[in-house]
Structure formats: structure tokens, C-alpha cells
């Protein structure tokens, strides 16, 4: 190793680790995923433009019922993800309804314009936060069969491969 080289890293070499732990989990950070298998009561919620969204419609689809928030940079990084797995398995059975936590409506009628999502979201609903409950951070994910049980949730980002593999798991 040449000797400018090695006085480089041994007076830069944690700086160098820290920062490429930091571009790590930037661009794929930690989630997990849980095996939830509970049935959940009837929920709604008003879509961004105006229409009532019930599980009732949802029912003989794949849903991926996505809590988030147009100021969370790791669901901002998930949302063309989102969209991109949503357009190529639509047509197979899949949805999705993103649910922005504490957005108002206009706003996150916005964001969907502004970034050109096509995708359902709507703002959070007392019916939704009874059947999923209080995220403890965001993004959070449920993935619902198709009887509209939670069958997995997804704590943090999520990925076009794992969707995938959830999505597949319960055709």
C-alpha cells in the first residue's frame, strides 16, 4: 500500500466506515417485517379526491395499507417504490392505500399531484387508526389478504423485492 495512501486511512480511516455506515442506512435502512395473521373490524377513509374508501371494497385483493407522512424522508424515499410495484401488479389483485398520519388533506392531495402518484391516500381516520393502531414510527406497512386481515407488518421502508415476496406469499 502506498505510504500517502496509508497515513490517508489511518487519520481518515473511521471517518470513511462512519460515513459509509451513514450512506447505508440512507439508502436502505433497517425494516423488519412481522407475521401479524389477526382479522381486523371495518375501517374508511376519505380519499383525496373526496370519495369514502371502505374495506369492504377491498376485499379480494392484495392490499398494502402504507401509514406515513410527507415530512418522513425514509417514506418519501419508499413512495415510488410504492408506485412502481402498485402499477405492475394492480392488475393481478394488488392495491394500495397510503394513509398520511398527520398530514391535512390538501397537502397530501398535493404531494400525490405534485409527484404524479396515481395510487390511493388519504389522511388518517378514526376507523383506520382502530383497525391498525398508532404507528410507533414511520413508514409502517400492513399488508392485507384478500378476506382484509393484516397478514404482515412492515416496520420501516419498504422494498419493490420484498413486496414482492409478501404480495406472491399470498396469491
Request: proline share 8%; hydrophobic share 40%; with cysteine.
Amino acid at each position: 500500500m502506498p505510504p500517502k495512501l496509508k497515513a490517508f486511512l489511518r487519520n481518515h480511516g473511521v471517518t470513511l466506515i462512519l460515513l459509509a455506515l451513514v450512506t447505508y442506512i440512507w439508502f436502505r435502512p433497517p425494516a423488519s417485517v412481522t407475521e401479524e395473521n389477526r382479522q381486523i373490524g371495518p375501517w374508511s377513509v376519505r380519499l383525496t379526491d373526496g370519495r369514502t374508501l371502505t374495506s369492504e371494497e377491498l376485499k379480494g385483493k392484495v392490499v398494502l395499507v402504507n401509514l406515513w407522512a410527507t415530512w418522513c424522508p425514509y417514506c418519501l424515499k419508499e413512495m415510488p417504490v410504492i408506485e412502481e410495484f402498485w402499477k405492475d401488479n394492480r392488475g393481478k389483485g394488488f392495491e394500495v392505500i397510503a394513509i398520511s398520519v398527520d398530514d391535512p388533506p390538501e397537502k397530501v392531495a398535493q404531494y400525490m399531484k405534485d409527484k404524479g402518484y396515481l395510487f390511493m391516500a388519504s389522511t388518517n381516520d378514526p376507523s383506520a387508526t382502530a383497525a391498525f393502531g398508532r404507528p410507533s414510527s414511520i413508514p409502517t406497512s400492513f399488508v392485507l389478504d384478500k378476506e382484509g386481515n393484516v397478514r404482515y407488518k412492515i416496520d420501516g421502508q419498504v422494498h419493490y423485492p420484498r413486496l414482492e415476496k409478501l404480495f406472491k406469499s399470498l396469491l
